[in-house]
């Protein structure tokens, strides 16, 4: 049996995106078998690319629709029915109250009252992919009734790949051949976010983790989380 099988599962990320690249063909088999998955995303995803004067311009709010209108057409591809959008200004996580967004994270645990949560991992060069693992760290103390008993981090393909000294190390795999073909459609839905090979962010790119990830496991592809706490 499936550890994914009927289980719910809350996702939270930085991003609008980060679902995808982090755990698209594993999102795709838990609805397969079951699964009720909410995807909560702390921010937006292109303010980045903007200066602070430009954020009221015309093409910011342009940009910023189409990412979401993306993440819609990714989410509904893979079968995902519960998203909730933020709008946190990307690569800014560190300028907003880290308390309130853990009360925010606590908020949607105890609404949702997830089994099993998945987000971000600490090895990462995007500051808000590191902000979201931490305050998910902290709004999964077990003195709450309903704080998930199982917790995993996903790894993102570019950012978490240009760390100097540390790597991501995964525990636990989770076989996606079947669906890896729906975790490339769900990403050509955020339209632009590619870029050729090498670059990590692209379908040779994301195809070859995979494939790396699968090499570890025996498996032909592959997803490759950290389990950082189970309690049973």
Avoid at 165 to 173: A, E
């Amino acid at each position: 049996m499936s550890f994914l099988k009927n289980k719910k599962i809350l996702i939270v990320a930085a991003h609008p995106d980060d679902e995808v690249l982090g755990m698209g063909g594993t999102i795709a088999k838990a609805i397969d078998q079951g699964a009720k998955i909410t995807v909560v995303f702390l921010g937006e995803g292109v303010s980045a690319r903007f200066s602070i004067d430009e954020y009221e311009s015309e093409e910011f709010k342009k940009q910023s629709s189409l990412r979401m209108e993306g993440a819609e057409r990714a989410l509904r591809l893979l079968g995902v029915e519960h998203y909730v959008f933020g709008s946190r200004l990307c690569t800014q996580f560190d300028q907003y109250s880290r308390l309130s967004i853990v009360k925010e994270v606590e908020r949607y645990i105890d609404e949702f009252r997830p089994d099993m949560l998945f987000t971000h991992n600490p090895i990462e060069v995007n500051i808000d992919h590191v902000i979201t693992y931490e305050v998910v760290e902290c709004a999964c103390r077990p003195v709450n009734i309903n704080s998930p008993s199982e917790i995993y981090t996903f790894e993102i393909v570019c950012s978490g790949s240009w760390k100097f000294d540390t790597s991501f190390n995964p525990n636990v795999y989770v076989d996606v051949s079947d669906y890896f073909d729906s975790k490339l459609s769900a990403w050509h839905e955020y339209v632009g976010e590619d870029r050729p090979f090498p670059f990590p962010r692209s379908d040779t790119g994301l195809s070859t983790l995979a494939k790396y990830r699968g090499m570890a496991s025996g498996l032909k592809m592959a997803e490759g989380f950290r389990l950082v706490r189970c309690i049973k």
